[in-house]
């Protein structure tokens, strides 16, 4: 559990809205698996504050859709199913190639090569833990690259809105497919390359084929584990 939550009285958030993002990190970050039940009178004694703050967190997160309130039961962490997972890669599938089409032109060539070395330093790691480390750390850098460089600010803000769910469904990811990092990487090397040689067309069709490749993964790591 987290330390007590201080407050600086210049903060311009609410204490309500800072305990829904304290929350929302927690379960984005995977410390709170779905179906987790939030015990809120331990996060009430952990960050020492009182629990109508907490009870407005949980009715954000509720609308959010990222948890459930049961009465008389409690707060648990929202499970998503198979049908919300694949809704959000149908509207990655859609939107991110477009994303990396528009962004190819204009992300800087450093930025780019930076990327890749990050890439291919972990195709030179031996050891399994430390490789499966490394990768879950830098598996947004490419789809950040590409949104953090997109012109049209009105197709990234669609993705960004969605960072939530994207996180999210990542999760659900590793816990299905624990092996899902590593064709990843050569996915991922494959769309800096076709950034670097500055091809729009290439490096969204790498991006559609990574999506893609991601989401059959994953859909069969699901079937078989039904």
Known sequence: MSEPLTMDPAYKLSLGERVAGMLRDEILSGRLAPGARLNLED???????SITPLRDAAKKLEADGLVT???????FVARIDRNALFEIFEIRQALEPLITEKAT??????????????????????????RLERLRKIDDLVH???LNHC????LARLVTGLRDSII???????????????????????????????????????????????????????????
């Open 151 to 154: 012109p049209n600010l009105r």
């Open 69 to 75: 309130i049961s009465p008389r039961r409690g707060v």
């Open 168 to 226: 999210w469904c990542r999760n659900t990811v590793q816990h299905s497919v624990p092996d899902a990092f590593d064709p990843s990487l050569a996915e991922h090397i494959a769309i800096c390359e076709a950034l670097l040689t500055r091809d729009a067309a290439r490096a969204a069709q790498a991006m559609a084929d990574h999506l893609a490749a991601t989401r059959a993964r994953t859909e069969a790591a699901l079937a078989a584990r039904d």
């Open 43 to 49: 996060y009430k004694t952990s960050w020492d504050i």
């Open 144 to 146: 950040d690259l590409v």
């Open 105 to 130: 032109p204009h992300i800087p060539e450093q930025e780019i090569e930076a990327a890749l070395k990050e890439h291919r330093a972990i195709e030179r790691i031996v050891y399994p833990a430390r």
